[in-house]
């Protein structure tokens, strides 16, 4: 049995790995695929990979392509969720601020520099034709740390996913003052070198898994109550959440890739591109 450890945030998304966990798919080829939560997001999780905490990352992908580009060790291996993520705009629910366009030059609470919440605020901002250079940020560890910061004022506005964050909307915690969705497919699968060297083999087995689970994860009976019983969402919220989102089981788009390391390089993101192989390593 070949042990693996593999890390992922929280959310709805990774629903498939835990079945697939669960169900011992993974045993059934020889693997104990260890399963991580890690709420502090891509930042976090970059940082694990770097340090060998963690073999395998389902992670946002502007933030792991930054973070190779960056010299990490670390390459991608599939796209996991090939629609766009929608990141909420969003504020403490006494705050002055009712549009996107009055948190110009304002606080943004983030999970940690590198992660997908500091990122889009710079993607955000571009979009707004604000100066990026004037960003400001709060760094806030997990959603709860935001709702903390921004209650207390230490932070202006917080950019996480739209559906995961509703619930603390409908409860009055937050309210949402805009939309912005990545220019790109969202999740991807990245490994590090180390294991796609020793162990392509069992990479191969794990893509060959999970992606069965997904490719009838939406067809699955009442999965719409299972996610809202799971994750505390609404069933309706549930609904257009999957009615937005698809599942890859397909290699990065090199096209893809290009676009997201144009735009990190013209925010200052990234000093170079790299090129294709440098970023994905196919197992395939």
Known sequence: MKTVKITGV???FNLPWHFAID???????GIDLQWKDTPEGTGKMCKMLRDGETDIAIILT?????????GSPSRIVQTYVGTPLIWGIHVAAGSPFSTAENLQGKKAAISRYGSGSHLMAFVHARKMGWDTGTLDFEIVHTIDGAVQ??????????MWERFMTKPLVDQGVFRRVGDCPTPWPCFVIAARDEILEKDAGIIKHILEVINTYTADFKQIPSIDRTLANRFGQHPGDIREWLSLTNWSQSAPDPEMLENVQEELLNLGLIEEKKPYDKLVKLVN
Do not use: C, M, W
């Open 23 to 29: 169900e011992g798919a993974f045993r059934q080829r």
């Open 62 to 70: 502007e933030g792991i392509v930054r973070d190779i580009a960056s």
């Open 10 to 12: 929280p959310e709805h």
């Open 149 to 158: 910061a921004l209650t207390d004022g230490k932070a202006d506005y917080f």
